[in-house]
């Protein structure tokens, strides 16, 4: 994307999609981080604006300011940055089950209106499927527990559609009240960050629908990239594009991510 004379700086779809995660980040807030953009956003937001943001990671690393991108959940970085480091259980029953953390940052494969997640098969037949994905991790106990929760995937017609093939992570299952007849006790998500916008759920059906889009992004191309009939907010924003200070801090996380031996 190019900027005019006196605009901001050239950026990516990627670049404004992961400012626009970060910037829902709150300081003093605990954030459970999914590796990704997810956890570009999470680490922008700590290097910006939210400098007291809690990061907490599946490996059980609480408090973890990694000075570059981490690479996985295990890389090492998390640990020695760390303020505690604790059990995968614990994490799991004393962090997340008792709703101990405010906001969840996932991706997802494949995401449904109701913000199902799918990552674990791509196809109707399990034992057989189209493809076979990474799987669930930590993600249903994050959709389940935490305070409310943010996904951050790339907008395609592949990833967006009417009904996921395999429900990994609920979101608000097939509508209003699903959540409480499955004793989820978080809010569940409050907002799908894309490349080309924002959806956040309909208040009454629980549908999501966009509420936000990028500079010179037409709604348009944002329904052809969707596999049902998207909704638009009759109150639909323009999300400002990054900063200079927000695109620096991004480009020095990523540039900072040393270069393993085996990619010289």
């Not at 959940?73 to 604790?86: N, W």
């Amino acid at each position: 994307m190019t900027a005019g004379a006196t605009g901001p700086p050239d950026y990516t779809a990627d670049e404004i999609m992961t400012v626009t995660a970060a910037r829902s980040l709150r300081d003093g807030m605990t954030c459970f981080v999914g590796i990704g953009l997810p956890s570009e956003a999470a680490n922008l937001a700590r290097a910006t604006h939210a400098r007291n943001l809690v990061l907490i990671y599946e490996s059980g690393t609480i408090g973890a300011k990694p000075p570059w991108l981490p690479l996985s959940i295990g890389d090492g970085v998390l640990a020695e940055t760390a303020d505690a480091v604790v059990s995968v259980p614990e994490i799991f029953n004393y962090w997340i089950q008792p709703g101990r953390i405010d906001i969840g940052f996932l991706g997802a494969a494949q995401i449904d209106k109701f913000g199902n997640i799918n990552t674990t098969v791509i196809g109707t037949d399990y034992a057989e499927p189209k493809v076979r994905l990474p799987g669930a991790g930590g993600a249903p106990e994050i959709a389940a527990s935490c305070l409310e929760v943010v996904v951050v995937v790339r907008q395609s017609r592949r990833a967006f559609v009417e009904h996921v093939d395999f429900i990994t992570s609920v979101g608000f299952g097939d509508g209003p009240g699903s959540r409480r007849r499955l004793g989820l006790t978080g809010a569940g998500p409050q907002k799908i960050i894309t490349d080309l916008g924002v959806l956040e759920p309909d208040p009454q059906t629980l549908e999501f629908m966009l509420t936000g889009v990028y500079p010179d992004v037409p709604v348009s191309a944002v329904k052809e990239r969707t596999g049902w009939d998207l909704q638009v907010s009759a109150d639909l924003a323009e999300i400002p594009p990054p900063d200079p200070a927000e695109l620096t801090a991004l480009r020095a996380l990523v540039a900072a991510v040393p270069v393993t031996e085996g990619a010289r």
